[in-house]
Each structure stands twice: as structure tokens, then as C-alpha cells.
């Protein structure tokens, strides 16, 4: 267990819809990534944030956009969803300055765009 | 950019036996960390181990262990004593501190344990 959660574990959209995905870090990390897992891929960065702002972002479009909240539990929200948007999302945590940056990550959403 | 490259798509191992998985990486940094992550078919990605660039002993983490050289760019991981539990997705991945945590990932290798 990493002390990370995620919901819902699964999701089924049409394409044009939103999507809003949750996580709530482990307790005592500052920082919260999410990443995008295609089939068969491994997972792709989208972006981080710290201290509720984003401060690194994967190539990925506006339309994916995120929220990180005081008690350090954080959204991600994709726009206009396409069909490529089928994927695992996962969400790590980590705290800041540590020894080893390691990323501590949720069980995932899986979502899916019809 | 930082790449990460694993070659073996499946590997094949007996329970108790010792397997080795490899990961290349490219990077122009000089201060880097390199992780692996195991996968099962849940989904989660379960933390294994961790190697600092400037790390000078390879790291272990009860029955793993990564084999870094650094100058040939590798960091495989040693899984001794394989169990039937360890079959799963097996993930690379490097970070750089500039960039403040980012993992690349490549695309894994699928060990599958027989008995």
C-alpha cells in the first residue's frame, strides 16, 4: 500500500465529453504527477504540481488541464475527449527534497472513450 | 533528451531461479535517478528500487538489485529467487533534478514466473 488513491477506478465516456479524475497523495508529500498509460506503453508525463501550482508539463495539450488542493489531493480534468484519450491515468506523489525522489503512485482510473 | 530502452519484451523465468532485466538509458545529465517499477495486471505501479547517478554501490532492496554501469549507460535489475507473485510488467525509469522528479519510462519487459 503507497498510501495513494485514486477514483473512479473506472470510467466510461463518449467522445466531446469531460472528465474529471481524483488523487489523494500519501500524507506528507508535496508534489503530485500525472501520467497518461496507453496499451501497451509506458507511462507518459503530463505534469506536476507543487505548493497548488503546475510547474512541469509533458507535451500534452490545454485540454488536460489539473488542480492540486491545500490538503495536497489534486484533479485531473481532460476537455473534448477523443478516442486516444483511451488510457490507464495514474497519479504519484512524492516529498519534495528528499533523498531520492521517488514517486509513489495510485492504482490508477482507467478510462474509457467511446 | 532522456531515453530509456528496454529490449526484452518477455522474459521467461522458473520459480527460484535468478533473472536479469535490462535497461539502457541516454541522458546528457550528470546528476540523474533511475528506478524500477513493477506492474501487475491490476494496474498499480509498485515502487521497486532506486539508483543515484552518483551512487557509488549498486543499489538492493531485499531481492532485487540493480546492476549500474555507469559508463555503458545500465542499470538492470537482479530478481533472485523468483516467485510466482513476480510475474508482471517490469518498468525503467529516469528522472532528472532539474527538472524536479519527471519520470521517463520505457516500455517495460513482461516477466512471466513458471513453476
Known amino acids: 500500500e503507497t498510501g495513494v488513491t485514486q477514483s473512479p477506478t473506472h470510467l466510461i465516456k463518449t467522445r466531446g465529453q469531460q472528465v474529471t479524475l481524483r488523487c489523494s497523495s500519501q500524507s506528507g508529500h508535496n508534489t503530485v504527477s500525472w501520467y497518461q498509460q496507453a496499451l501497451g506503453q509506458g507511462p507518459q508525463f503530463i505534469f506536476q504540481?507543487?505548493?497548488?501550482?503546475?510547474?512541469g508539463r509533458g507535451n500534452f495539450p490545454p485540454r488536460f488541464s489539473g488542480l492540486q488542493f491545500p490538503n495536497y489531493s489534486s484533479e485531473l480534468n481532460v476537455n473534448a475527449l477523443e478516442l486516444d484519450d483511451s488510457a490507464l491515468y495514474l497519479c504519484?506523489?512524492?516529498?519534495?527534497?528528499?533523498?531520492?525522489?521517488?514517486?509513489?503512485f495510485g492504482p490508477g482510473t482507467r478510462l474509457t472513450v467511446l | 533528451a532522456q531515453k530509456i530502452t528496454q529490449t526484452q519484451p518477455g522474459m521467461f523465468v522458473q520459480e527460484k531461479e535468478a533473472v536479469t532485466l535490462d535497461c539502457t538509458y541516454d541522458t546528457s545529465d550528470q546528476s540523474y535517478g533511475l528506478f524500477w517499477y513493477k506492474q501487475p495486471s491490476s494496474g498499480e505501479m509498485i515502487f521497486l528500487i532506486y539508483?543515484?547517478?552518483?551512487?557509488?554501490q549498486n543499489a538492493t532492496e531485499g531481492r532485487y538489485s540493480l546492476n549500474f554501469q555507469k559508463a555503458r549507460k545500465s542499470a538492470n535489475l537482479v530478481i533472485s529467487a523468483s516467485q510466482l507473485g513476480d510475474s508482471a510488467m517490469y518498468f525503467c525509469a529516469i528522472s532528472r533534478g532539474s527538472t524536479l522528479g519527471r519520470l521517463y519510462f520505457g516500455r517495460g519487459t513482461q516477466l512471466t514466473v513458471w513453476p
Open positions: 539508483q543515484g547517478s552518483y551512487d557509488e
Open positions: 504519484a506523489s512524492r516529498a519534495i527534497l528528499t533523498s531520492t525522489d521517488t514517486q509513489y
Open positions: 504540481y507543487y505548493r497548488e501550482e503546475e510547474n
